[in-house]
């Protein structure tokens, strides 16, 4: 049987479709008048996303998701876009997202897809560490465990404005890139939790400073973590700092990207003088290295 015109029309629209993804980095899928895009082109295990939507109605509220997790959007070049945190544990394949646009007067205008995730290999690591920073006493476990969630509860915590602003910049000089993110611990022989930071080695003393713009969440001296500061960048961007010597802000600050927050140190749980730093976006934990990559121009 031959394919009536419709259907025809319908598998150039496909094909259409189909070569314009595999070709653009950011390509806008048209759903209705709603257009969206994503970047970077293939999304990574432990990768920040970047979605924009065009052709919301600037009076319309757009609520949306990703794998059931929420997202937050803000006004970006005409209409709007999210930073979307794909968790260090997420499973490679397709994430379903959703979109609902609600405009006075209207019925609410739901959009689907769906985002492939591509997998990443992450190395396993094996440490020897002292059998008493392992080998936790009730008392210490408990400590640390508490430490622990009062961070989840912070990193759920979704300020409603946007500090940062443009570019990320290091958080340490240098030229080498920051190692060691989604490595698979083993620690004395005892499988651990991924690591979920990068690590920068640097003498102690040197300089720490704000990636971006923010206000200063949380100054505070934890059992693993050490000495440590936390960014709120707004929205549900936190930028993590861990194992300083000193930290020169307080609770509350306002800081800007490249200011000074305190010095590399081996505070806490570290086996030498390193900066452990570390990005969360709506509670997943993102490698942090993919903040640097971003190109957002506002
Ligand atoms: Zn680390």
Redesign the pocket.
């Known amino acids: 049987m031959k394919p009536g015109p419709a259907g025809l029309l319908l598998a150039a629209a496909l094909l259409a479709s189909v070569g314009q993804l595999t070709v653009l980095a950011a390509p806008l899928s048209a759903h209705g008048k709603v257009k969206v895009g994503w970047r970077p082109a293939q999304v990574r295990v432990g990768d920040v996303a970047w979605m924009e939507i065009q052709g919301v109605p600037d009076n319309a509220a757009l609520e949306g998701s990703l794998g059931g997790r929420p997202l937050a959007f803000f006004p970006y070049a005409g209409g709007r876009a999210a930073l979307v945190g794909i968790d260090v544990e997420t499973k490679a394949g397709t994430q379903p997202w959703r979109l609902a646009v609600m405009t006075a007067g209207d019925p609410p205008q739901t959009i689907e897809g769906r985002l492939k995730v591509h997998r990443r290999d992450f190395p396993v690591q094996r440490l020897t560490l002292p059998t008493k920073m392992v080998d936790l006493n009730p008392e210490t476990e408990r400590r640390a465990v508490s430490e622990a969630d009062q961070l989840r509860t912070l990193y759920r915590t979704v300020s409603p404005e946007r500090f940062w602003r443009g570019r990320f910049t290091r958080p340490v000089g240098g030229t080498e890139p920051g190692t060691?993110f989604g490595s698979r611990r083993v620690i004395n022989g005892q499988p651990k939790a991924p690591?979920t930071?990068i690590?920068f080695g640097a003498a102690a003393g040197t300089p720490v400073v704000a990636v971006n713009d923010g206000r200063v969440a949380l100054v505070a001296n934890f059992f693993f973590p050490g000495r440590l500061v936390v960014i709120d960048h707004g929205l549900g961007l936190y930028t993590l700092y861990?194992h300083l010597q000193e930290a020169t802000v307080t609770d509350g600050d306002r800081v800007h990207r490249g200011q000074p927050i305190g010095a590399v140190g081996a505070t806490g749980r570290a086996t030498g003088p390193h900066l452990?730093f570390g990005a969360h976006v709506g509670a997943a934990r993102i490698d942090p290295a993919t903040l640097f990559e971003l190109t957002v121009t506002d």
């Open positions: 060691g690591h930071g690590d861990f452990h």
